[in-house]
């Protein structure tokens, strides 16, 4: 009883003296402690090496020693992958994803930027590889997966199907009957930087494959088998850029030389790589190379005019 009273009599005025005057000091205090917690937290994050914030949460590293040993060995994570700012709804989503349980597993194989990231990403190759950007801006690799995919001549002809998405459109989330309905195809380019580089990589020249979501070394791309109309073997350039080229601008299953979108170079030009001529990203063909090879350059003009 005695106790009742003792508390019941005096807590609450002693509580209520405390609360008026502590309250701003202790906010003042923790407001003060916050501030200096995310400025550290921020330059440390914001200029600290790799070692000390990005690989400080990805345990196998995998990433990391591909980058390494990568040309871009000396660019920071942050410059491709974004600043503390530039990317923090990813960092939020990374940190959450960090303390309930990531597949790193899964993480060190599969290539895992979302669509979105790509798109982000890609813009950034710009700041430091103007030249190479403004030229494939320039190239129909530059044009919008909206011309590919939502041409109605093309589509009457040819109806979309999945496979579409491989040679333009390859970052497209979604299967083909999701993705013809969008209607922002127009501001998604249909084959950006990373269709044919791949960052974490000691070779960079690697072809984006949908099929396996990641990036196959041009080197090791398989190379069609070209025949004539009458059946003759037509010798191909074995060099890797030639084998990335030919991988899109591919025969048909009978390797018909100059079927579908190959190109092929036959006659006084058989043997030549695509990039002897093509060179730069804008993939214009120097003219003193020789005329155009391609026995199908007809065929283009056929497919634009709708047949
Ligand atoms: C708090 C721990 C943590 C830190 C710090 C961190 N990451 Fe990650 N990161 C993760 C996790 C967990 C995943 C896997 C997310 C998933 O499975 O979707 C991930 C995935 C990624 C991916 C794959 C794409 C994605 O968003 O899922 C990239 C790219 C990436 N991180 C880059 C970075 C960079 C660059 C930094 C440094 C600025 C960084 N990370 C710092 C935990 C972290
Ligand atoms: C030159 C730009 C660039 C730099 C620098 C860079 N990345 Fe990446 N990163 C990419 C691209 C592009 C991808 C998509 C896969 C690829 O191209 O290798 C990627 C993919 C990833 C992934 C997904 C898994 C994978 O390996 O494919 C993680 C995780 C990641 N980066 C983390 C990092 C970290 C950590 C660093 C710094 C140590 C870093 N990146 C540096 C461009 C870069
Ligand atoms: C912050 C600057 C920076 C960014 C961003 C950047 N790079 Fe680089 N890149 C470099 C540097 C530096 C080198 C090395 C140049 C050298 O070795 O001469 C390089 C080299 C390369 C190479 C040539 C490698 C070789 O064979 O020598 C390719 C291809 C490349 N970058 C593609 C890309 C792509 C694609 C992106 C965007 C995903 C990108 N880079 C983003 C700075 C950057
Ligand atoms: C990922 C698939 C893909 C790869 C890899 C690829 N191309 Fe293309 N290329 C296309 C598509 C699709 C078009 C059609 C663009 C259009 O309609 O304008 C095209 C168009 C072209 C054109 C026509 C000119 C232009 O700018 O539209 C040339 C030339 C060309 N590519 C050369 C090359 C060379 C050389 C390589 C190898 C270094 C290559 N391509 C690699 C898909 C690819
Ligand atoms: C093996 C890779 C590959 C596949 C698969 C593929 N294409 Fe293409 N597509 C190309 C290439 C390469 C070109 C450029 C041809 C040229 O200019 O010689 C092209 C050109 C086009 C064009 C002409 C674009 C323009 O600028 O006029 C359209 C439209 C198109 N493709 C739609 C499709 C559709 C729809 C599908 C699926 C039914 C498809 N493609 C499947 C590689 C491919
Ligand atoms: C259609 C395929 C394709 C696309 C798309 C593409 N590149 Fe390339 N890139 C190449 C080829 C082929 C080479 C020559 C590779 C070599 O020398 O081994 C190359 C080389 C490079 C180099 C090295 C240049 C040098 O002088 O050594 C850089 C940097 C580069 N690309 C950046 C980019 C950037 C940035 C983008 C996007 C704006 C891009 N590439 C898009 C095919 C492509
Ligand atoms: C001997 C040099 C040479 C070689 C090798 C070569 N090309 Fe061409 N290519 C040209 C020339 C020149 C043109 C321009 C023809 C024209 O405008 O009609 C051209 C045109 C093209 C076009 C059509 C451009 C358009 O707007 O109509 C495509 C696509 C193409 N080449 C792709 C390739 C591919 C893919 C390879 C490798 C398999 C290749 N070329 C090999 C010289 C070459």
Redesign the pocket.
Known sequence: MRFRALVGARVPRARGRAGRASLPFFAIIAAAFGVAAGIGAFCRFEYGSPEKTCILCHEIRGSRERWSKSPHRNVNCKDCHGGTFEALGDNVKRGIKHVTGADYAKLDSVFCLSERQVEVL?AR??KC?RA??EQ??RSG?CKPASVFLKDETHNAAWKPADNCLRCHGMFLEGDMSSIAGRNDLASRRA???T???RMHAEE??QLFSRNEWTSVPAADLCLQKIVTPDGHPVKRSLD??NR??ANCHAANAEGIAGSSDDRTPTGAQEGMSC?DCHKG?D?KADPSRGRCPHPQSASRRRRSSGM
């Open positions: 890609c190759c710009a590889h190479e950007a494939w801006a690799h084959i950006p930087c269709a044919c580089h960079p020249l890797a850029q990335l080229c990039t990203h993939m």
